[in-house]
């Protein structure tokens, strides 16, 4: 059985900072791109950032470059998503995903398996 969990959520203050961990189970990701998503309240859930398991290729979405980094452990299975400098409206419920390396790495709908979420609330 395939399980993304996520953990590492939590309440900051803005100018802060919060690592999210994303461990894999189930199968091996080496030709999967792993994906980091968040829906805010009464939003769509959008693409964050991802990284392609065996190259760890990046690619971010516009409100979080320079901010946020993605990476990989191969040997923990563990993808990662480090935060800095986060803003209230980063506050949303993040999401781990795992892809077909040959997606589109911001599609929803290329993403085989999600997680079931870790909440991020950014207090101004």
């Known amino acids: 059985q395939v399980q993304l969990i996520e953990s590492g959520g939590g309440l900051v203050q803005a100018g802060g900072s919060l690592r999210l961990s994303c461990s894999t189970s189930g199968r091996t990701f080496d030709s999967y791109r792993m994906g980091w998503f968040r829906q805010a309240p009464g939003k769509e859930r959008e693409f964050v950032a991802a990284?392609?398991?065996?190259?760890?290729?990046?690619h971010y979405a516009d409100s979080v470059k320079a901010r946020f980094t993605i990476s990989r452990d191969t040997a923990k299975k563990t993808v990662y998503l480090q935060m800095n400098s986060l803003k209230p409206e980063d506050t949303a419920v993040y999401y781990c995903?795992?892809?077909?390396?040959?997606?589109?790495?911001?599609?929803?709908?290329?993403?085989?398996?999600w997680g079931q979420g870790t909440q991020v609330t950014v207090s101004s």
């Open positions: 995903a795992a892809g077909i390396a040959y997606g589109s790495y911001s599609s929803q709908s290329d993403y085989i398996y």
């Open positions: 990284i392609v398991w065996t190259t760890a290729n990046t």
